[in-house]
């Protein structure tokens, strides 16, 4: 194996771990009908959109289509819009300290990302 396959299986690797640390912070809130704010959420407001347009991005490299590059905007707005509907404040104060794709990591080993 070359070293750039092996570099695409820990990316691949990466992804997956971020998936399965979003799911269940996912699914908790849902439950409990709150937004999202811990784990992978409590620095990153779309952890799965990441990792999910990561993954599109090589099937783009291998298997270029306009659908999926065209569908990917279209389904976040409609979740900006479904959740800012739903959880209404909670969900605004939760955008203005939470950034949406580049996580924000702490300047000093004492901040840490504000809680909704």
């Known amino acids: 194996m070359s070293h750039a396959q ?3 299986g820990l990316w691949g690797l990466a992804l ?3 998936l399965a640390r979003s799911w269940p912070v996912l699914y908790y809130a849902q439950q409990s009908a709150t937004v999202a704010a811990t784990g992978p959420y409590a620095r990153i407001r ?3 959109y990441v990792a999910f347009v990561l993954v599109l991005f090589g099937f783009l490299l291998q298997w270029p289509t306009l659908l999926t590059l065209a569908m990917f905007p279209v389904l976040l707005f409609a979740y ?3 959740a800012r509907a739903r959880f209404g404040e909670s969900y605004r104060q939760y955008m ?7 996580p ?3 300047v000093h080993q004492g901040d840490t ?3 909704v």
């Open 96 to 102: 203005e300290h939470t950034p949406a794709f580049i």
């Open 6 to 8: 092996y570099g695409y």
């Open 46 to 48: 779309h952890p799965q």
């Open 80 to 82: 900006g819009r479904l």
């Open 16 to 18: 997956i771990w971020l």
């Open 113 to 115: 990302p504000a809680k």
């Open 104 to 106: 924000h990591w702490p």
